[in-house]
């Protein structure tokens, strides 16, 4: 037996214990707050992480929720920041090539090409982004985010093995309304934010959001050059909703982002591990590095009530455009990428509506996506000879019917069960150059696959209620650049790889406790991943393209995630959270032929064995009715690693504690606020992921940040 096979035992019995008393806690207590303590009752949340209006509290899977409020209030001001604010959830910006890299209970994936797929959904309004490098700049003017931990292969399908991600927008209403926000910090940091809502008629209502950020980069160029992992973007929403009558309405949406800068780098092993904090954050980019991209899209979403039933259509098209020179690590080749991405999804689904013992959902969906990528490696070869790849198109398209329906046996039991069917195709046409030599290459695939869920909910009281389910997720498999060709020069052995499959098993329980002043929410998991999708940066001579993905044989994953808030008086809430990960590669040979390892045994990227956060909130009532709140939070997260799967080789981030503190006036109307903050307060150099592009290099977070917020609304 594995070492640290009886410690997760050890940790398991006493996570149940844990549950147990909890539940027994919710269990025990009044069935309502004290009607002279409503003040210190927490608010109830309402989700649609199951594609239906829900309680949080009574939605039976693993899931986070964060108001648009309070992530104004904790400075997330970027969905990396979540990081921060949940258990088991690891999101970082990737290299240039990457975009976000979004990691769930220990699994993502770091294939962000064309013909890869993300790990997690992401969603915005319930439109699915594909491209990572698209989906960070939705941030703002938002009603609150949906973390769903787990696989949603029934709901969301092939692109949630590790999980889904909701960002949900502020819609448009029926009242004259605005607001502004302006934030300058360090490193030259500014950042704006405005919104207005129009009411135009009494069924016709506009809303528009605009935000903006600048910061100088954080990781310094030692040949004087401007500092990498700067920002300088821009972002616009604009909402129409139409209202025809009470039962119909229709939404439209149009919004557009530039993304320019000099964008990101990456920090040699070397210096990262030379212990100087200086040399942590400094590199040698011998090329210049610059972008220039622009994303956007338009939306619709048309809601018709029948009655027992409700008619939901969904369409979004969107476009990736993206003009990018790059430092390729260290070396004086530049990488210089163009491309575009196109993307267009349909969803049609009905809803019971109503409260009965049957809900249900169940729809349609298609998705297609066209890309054009051109890059070129220059001078690699000689002076004037580089290598050069032209992939026009990649294509991917996925259709799907889904079905989920909850069965109440009685007040108390209720059953659960989903299916999914998914079709997916995918193809590419590309060529080659080396120098002025074209090689012309190409591959298709073909997938599908069902996915179920069967689960039970148990409501103990209206306090509490426990949840168990088992649930499989898939993610299609792809294919790399190159040919099957043996005689060709761009002959690649994994050319084709395999979809990745999951199974996973779930017990939770979610409830509140001491009159409502206490909310938690528990899961305990284990996942069974087979074919286990990984990426790596292939050597800058590689003649088969950038990156490389294969499949792992096995994996495993064990945990246990605990969140929630304590209300200890009017003025105090303290939020917590506790996530612990055993995440293990099962049969799993790294590396290239002739130096391979055997990685049985061996952790998967980014998943520390645990992670704990606790914040901590004040507000002081003032005299004429301003109010003062001050607020700190910490996060510790024990070691972990990254992999670099050519040398094969695991890095260390060893364990750091982050400290986060803020201090908040608001006007007695609460149309003027002031907010001064330090986030990253100790100042902490912290590996987010490795980059193999180049001579390969870490990517770093954020170092101390601080600065002052003054915001307005009508």
Request: charge should be neutral; charged fraction near 20%.
């Amino acid at each position: 037996m594995h070492k640290d096979s009886w410690r997760l035992s050890a940790q398991s019995r006493a996570i149940a214990l844990l549950m147990l008393g909890a539940c027994a806690a919710a269990r025990a207590q009044t069935e309502a707050a004290d009607p002279q303590d409503k003040t210190t009752t927490l608010d109830k949340v309402v989700v649609t992480a199951q594609k239906r209006l829900q309680f949080a509290s009574k939605t039976p899977l693993a899931l986070s929720v964060v108001g648009g409020d309070d992530l104004k209030e904790l400075g997330a001001v970027r969905i990396d920041n979540l990081s921060d604010l949940m258990p088991n959830v690891e999101i970082a910006d990737g290299d240039s090539a990457h975009g976000m890299t979004i990691r769930i209970r220990g699994v993502s994936s770091s294939d962000f090409t064309d013909g890869g797929d993300p790990s997690a959904a992401f969603n915005l309004d319930g439109i699915y982004i594909a491209r990572p490098q698209a989906q960070g700049l939705s941030f703002f003017d938002l009603e609150r985010v949906e973390v769903l931990r787990g696989p949603q292969g029934t709901l969301y399908g092939r692109n949630a093995t590790a999980g889904a991600i909701n960002v949900i927008s502020n819609k448009p209403k029926f009242q004259l309304a605005g607001a502004a926000g302006l934030t300058l910090g360090n490193l030259d940091t500014l950042r704006y934010e405005a919104m207005v809502n129009l009411p135009v008629s009494e069924t016709v209502a506009l809303r528009l959001a605009v935000a903006g950020n600048r910061r100088d980069g954080y990781l310094f160029n030692t040949n004087g050059t401007p500092a990498h992992n700067d920002a300088n973007d821009d972002a616009l929403r604009l909402h129409g909703l139409v209202k025809f009558n009470p039962s119909t309405s229709l939404l439209l949406t149009l919004d557009a982002a530039h993304i320019g800068g000099i964008g990101s780098g990456m920090v040699p092993l070397e210096r990262f591990y030379s212990g100087d904090k200086k040399q942590q954050r400094q590199f040698n980019a011998v090329v210049p590095s610059a972008f220039n991209d622009d994303t956007g899209g338009v939306a619709a979403e048309f809601k018709h009530d029948f009655g027992p039933v409700e008619l939901t259509y969904q369409f979004g098209h969107r476009e990736l455009k993206r003009h990018e020179d790059t430092a390729h690590g260290e070396l004086p080749f530049p990488l210089l990428f163009r491309g575009k991405n196109q993307q267009d999804s349909h969803e049609l689904r009905l809803a019971s509506n109503g409260s009965s013992a049957l809900e249900w959902v169940a729809g349609l969906y298609s998705f297609k996506e066209k890309s054009l990528t051109d890059y070129t490696i220059a001078d690699l070869l000689a002076p004037g000879v580089g290598l050069h790849w032209l992939v026009d198109p990649t294509k991917a398209s996925t259709v799907a019917g889904f079905a989920q329906a909850s069965y109440a046996l009685n007040e108390a039991l209720r059953l659960t069960g989903g299916l999914r069917q998914t079709s997916d195709s995918k193809s590419q046409v590309g060529t080659m150059y080396v120098g002025d030599m074209p090689a012309p290459y190409g591959a298709s695939a073909r997938y599908s696959k069902t996915n179920w869920k069967i689960g039970a909910d148990y409501t103990v009281s209206r306090a509490l209620m426990v949840y168990a389910s088992v649930s499989t997720g898939y993610k299609a498999g792809g294919f790399n650049q190159g040919t099957d060709d043996k005689t060709k020069p761009n002959y690649n052995p994994n050319l084709i790889y395999h979809p990745e499959n999951l199974r996973a098993t779930e017990v939770g329980a979610k409830g509140r406790a001491l009159d409502g002043r206490l909310q938690f929410n528990a899961a305990l998991f284990d996942y069974d991943y087979r074919d286990l999708q990984l990426s790596a940066g292939m050597p800058p001579t590689s003649s088969t393209g950038a990156f490389a993905t294969v499949n792992a044989a096995k994996a495993r994953v064990r945990g246990f995630d605990l969140d929630g808030k304590f209300a200890l008086t009017p003025d105090d809430i303290l939020t917590y959270s506790l996530g612990l990960l055993k995440s293990r590669y099962i049969g799993y040979t790294a590396g290239p032929v002739g130096s391979q390892q055997n990685w049985s045994g061996h952790a998967l990227d980014n998943s520390p064995g645990s992670t704990v956060a606790l914040g901590y909130q004040h507000s002081w009532s003032l005299a004429g009715g301003a109010n003062l709140s001050a607020r700190a939070s910490m996060r510790r997260s024990a070691s972990y690693v990254v992999s670099d799967f050519n040398a094969p080789r695991q890095y260390t981030q060893p364990a750091y504690t982050k400290v986060d503190l803020s201090l908040q006036w608001e006007s007695p109307k609460g149309d003027y606020s002031i907010q001064a903050f330090v986030k990253n307060a100790g100042d902490k150099t912290v590996i987010k992921s490795y980059s193999g592009l180049g001579t390969g290099g870490l990517i770093i977070g954020e170092p101390r940040l601080l600065g002052v917020r003054l915001a307005t609304r009508f």
